[in-house]
């Protein structure tokens, strides 16, 4: 059943990366980033107070900024609706991936959302057969990444340690969305969830690509890793994503695009699971007056969220 696998991690991750080659498999589509799946569930956009289709969902739907890029225009998207009206929200999902993976000629069809990594519950209440594979990279070199982010202050603007604490405030955020995704994986069963690190992706591939295939059910292609062979461009100024590279290692590393100030401070504030992951440290040792300015830099992330109604990782503080 469609979708049968959501690519997750937390946003800066490379997702992309990891997209691209599994949409490169001949039986797998992978939809770019809908955003809109477990918001609408959640909210009740265009639904029923239990879940079920009603008409003015294929208005909402088409109003979303992120539908179009599924290729189903109005008539078909009114008629799929009404074909669904009174069904359940699932169903109408499925059908809509269904529809996207016939046109691309794929039985499989798949989303990558970075942001799902925080909705897994909700993602497997609807698609309880539906497979995870959590993306799971370095948090330093996430953080760089995430400052630099032409989005970084809409991304972080609701946090108000962001403009004063800009290396800690990534940390906290990408701590959140790893921890978030490990507890709901730990909760569902081995077959429907699994971790992949980035740096053994652009290390080895292949090995990396073998065992998502088996994850996933299907038989590994050498499609997979040839993901970028004709569309590759060097024009300079071009980002990573629109320059289509192959796996490629040290694109961006913390030991030498941070400096020793930074790496303490991303430390103080998710250092243990940089040690729960098996990533090495980088700071020496973190000074009093650092750690308890991190303290109350994470009790205050912390009340951001919870004032948004958003989860928080267990025990978090």
Same mark, same amino acid.
């Given at each position: 059943?469609?979708?049968?696998?959501?690519?997750?991690?937390?946003?800066?991750?490379?997702?992309?990366?990891?997209?691209?080659?599994?949409?490169?498999?001949?039986?797998?589509?992978?939809?770019?980033?809908?955003?809109?799946?477990?918001?609408?569930?959640?909210?009740?956009?265009?639904?029923?107070?239990?879940?079920?289709?009603?008409?003015?969902?294929?208005?909402?739907?088409?109003?979303?900024?992120?539908?179009?890029?599924?290729?189903?225009?109005?008539?078909?998207?009114?008629?799929?609706?009404?074909?669904?009206?009174?069904?359940?929200?699932?169903?109408?999902?499925?059908?809509?991936?269904?529809?996207?993976?016939?046109?691309?000629?794929?039985?499989?069809?798949?989303?990558?959302?970075?942001?799902?990594?925080?909705?897994?519950?909700?993602?497997?209440?609807?698609?309880?057969?539906?497979?995870?594979?959590?993306?799971?990279?370095?948090?330093?070199?996430?953080?760089?990444?995430?400052?630099?982010?032409?989005?970084?202050?809409?991304?972080?603007?609701?946090?108000?340690?962001?403009?004063?604490?800009?290396?800690?405030?990534?940390?906290?955020?990408?701590?959140?969305?790893?921890?978030?995704?490990?507890?709901?994986?730990?909760?569902?069963?081995?077959?429907?969830?699994?971790?992949?690190?980035?740096?053994?992706?652009?290390?080895?591939?292949?090995?990396?690509?073998?065992?998502?295939?088996?994850?996933?059910?299907?038989?590994?292609?050498?499609?997979?890793?040839?993901?970028?062979?004709?569309?590759?461009?060097?024009?300079?100024?071009?980002?990573?994503?629109?320059?289509?590279?192959?796996?490629?290692?040290?694109?961006?590393?913390? #030991? !030498?695009?941070?400096? *020793?100030?930074?790496? +303490?401070?991303?430390? %103080?504030?998710? $250092?243990?699971? /940089?040690? =729960?992951?098996?990533?090495?440290?980088?700071?020496?040792?973190?000074?009093?007056?650092?750690?308890? #300015? !991190?303290?109350?830099? *994470?009790?205050?992330? +912390?009340?951001?969220? %919870?004032?948004? $109604?958003?989860? /928080?990782? =267990?025990?978090?503080?």
């Amino acid at each position: 059943m469609n979708p049968f696998v959501f690519l997750v991690g937390c946003p800066r991750s490379g997702t992309t990366l990891l997209h691209r080659l599994v949409d490169a498999h001949p039986e797998a589509a992978i939809v770019h980033e809908t955003l809109w799946i477990a918001k609408f569930w959640e909210r009740r956009v265009g639904l029923t107070p239990d879940g079920r289709v009603t008409r003015e969902l294929a208005v909402r739907l088409h109003e979303h900024r992120r539908f179009g890029q599924l290729g189903i225009d109005q008539a078909a998207l009114d008629r799929l609706v009404d074909a669904h009206t009174e069904d359940t929200y699932a169903e109408l999902v499925t059908a809509l991936f269904d529809l996207y993976g016939a046109g691309r000629g794929k039985p499989f069809v798949g989303d990558k959302s970075p942001g799902y990594v925080r909705s897994i519950p909700t993602l497997h209440e609807l698609w309880p057969q539906a497979r995870f594979v959590h993306l799971i990279r370095d948090g330093r070199d996430v953080c760089l990444s995430a400052v630099n982010w032409k989005k970084a202050d809409r991304v972080f603007r609701d946090h108000a340690t962001w403009p004063q604490e800009p290396i800690a405030t990534a940390a906290l955020w990408w701590e959140r969305s790893v921890r978030l995704g490990r507890e709901a994986g730990a909760s569902l069963p081995s077959e429907l969830y699994a971790e992949v690190r980035y740096e053994d992706v652009v290390a080895h591939p292949e090995r990396e690509c073998r065992r998502i295939c088996a994850f996933l059910g299907l038989e590994y292609d050498e499609a997979m890793i040839r993901f970028h062979e004709g569309r590759t461009r060097e024009t300079p100024g071009l980002t990573t994503k629109r320059k289509w590279l192959p796996p490629t290692a040290g694109l961006r590393d913390w #030991r !030498t695009d941070m400096s *020793r100030d930074e790496v +303490a401070s991303f430390e %103080a504030a998710a $250092g243990d699971l /940089l040690d =729960e992951l098996g990533y090495e440290r980088g700071a020496l040792d973190l000074d009093g007056d650092l750690a308890l #300015r !991190t303290r109350a830099v *994470r009790h205050r992330f +912390a009340g951001d969220v %919870a004032l948004r $109604g958003r989860p /928080l990782p =267990e025990g978090w503080v």
